[in-house]
């Protein structure tokens, strides 16, 4: 895909508002890359945010096409998880005041890593939370599975709903 340049102060009111096919595919395949539509709107000839959510209310297969980008978008972020957490942490760092240099690890670039791991992973559970979502399962196993036994006395529902009727009763008397 073309690099997307910066739009200079916005388009102007009612550029790029009409709806097209080309423009659709270049939205959704950005977003599938892992862009924020915040960030994308920003880029030259792309239309303003409204307009995009309206194409979503009113064209149907753009509205599919958007959601299946979202969705492809939470695996391209899971993919960037990947390879931010492979990322060698800086070792060397320079300390201008005196002009040593020390080998270690830098704390701010591992928190600033983790920063945004955590920030995808949230991301990417909110777009797929099936997929990427936290789980809680409550399941048996083959020796103790999970079993509901509920005994019902046919007796006693019926006596409860007669004695519901003859209260209603009483009160409309």
Not at 35 to 40: D, E, I, M, V, Y
Not at 146 to 163: G, H
């Amino acid at each position: 895909m073309a690099e997307l340049q910066k739009n200079k102060g916005g388009s102007p009111k009612g550029a790029n508002s009409k709806y097209s096919q080309e423009q659709a595919i270049r939205i959704c395949t950005a977003i599938a890359e892992g862009k924020s539509l915040n960030s994308l709107i920003k880029t030259e000839g792309m239309p303003d945010i409204s307009t995009v959510y309206r194409w979503i209310a009113e064209h149907q297969s753009f509205r599919e096409m958007y959601t299946k980008a979202r969705e492809d978008q939470a695996d391209t972020l899971a993919d960037e998880i990947l390879s931010i957490s492979d990322e060698e942490p800086q070792q060397t760092i320079t300390n201008e005041e005196s002009g040593t240099v020390t080998e270690r690890l830098d704390p701010a670039g591992i928190n600033r890593n983790r920063l945004r791991v955590d920030a995808r992973k949230w991301v990417a559970a909110k777009l797929r939370p099936r997929k990427y979502g936290d789980r809680t399962t409550i399941a048996g196993d083959d020796e103790n599975p999970i079993k509901v036994d509920a005994v019902v006395e046919v007796r006693q529902v019926f006596s409860a709903i007669l004695q519901n009727l003859e209260l209603t009763k009483q009160q409309s008397d």
